[in-house]
């Protein structure tokens, strides 16, 4: 069973940046793709960005160019880096794992439970 573990959302102004943080089960990060996923109220959940077992990435049209995703192995850790972040950024962000990589949250096998974004403007 893996287990994620969110960690590093706050409150920020708008043009602020944060750092998310994803801890999981040993080896995880080797043998899954891996994603942040974001939800607002009232909207689906919706991808921000994923990175395979290679390093490859993709990012979500509204956050290229500002958000960055990349992990580290051997610290069983994902991180999503965030800059000028944006008032509509707003949302609980959601670390994923799962054998394929897609935009689509259902095909994902694993979630944490979540941290939250806030951007003020």
């Known amino acids: 069973q893996v287990q994620l573990v969110e960690s590093g959302g706050a409150s920020v102004q708008s043009g602020g940046s944060l750092r998310l943080s994803c801890a999981a089960s040993?080896?995880?990060?080797?043998?899954?793709?891996m994603g942040w996923f974001r939800q607002a109220p009232g909207k689906e959940r919706e991808g921000v960005a994923t990175i395979d077992g290679d390093g490859n990435t993709t990012y979500a049209d509204s956050v290229k160019g500002r958000f960055a995703i990349s992990k580290d192995n051997a610290k069983n850790s994902l991180y999503l880096q965030m800059n000028s972040l944006k008032p509509e950024d707003t949302a609980m962000y959601y670390c994923?794992?799962?054998?394929?990589?897609?935009?689509?949250?259902?095909?994902?096998?694993?979630w944490g439970q979540g941290t939250q974004v806030t951007v003020s403007s």
């Open positions: 994923a794992a799962g054998r394929l990589k897609s935009w689509f949250p259902t095909l994902w096998d694993y």
């Open positions: 040993e080896n995880t990060y080797s043998k899954y793709c």
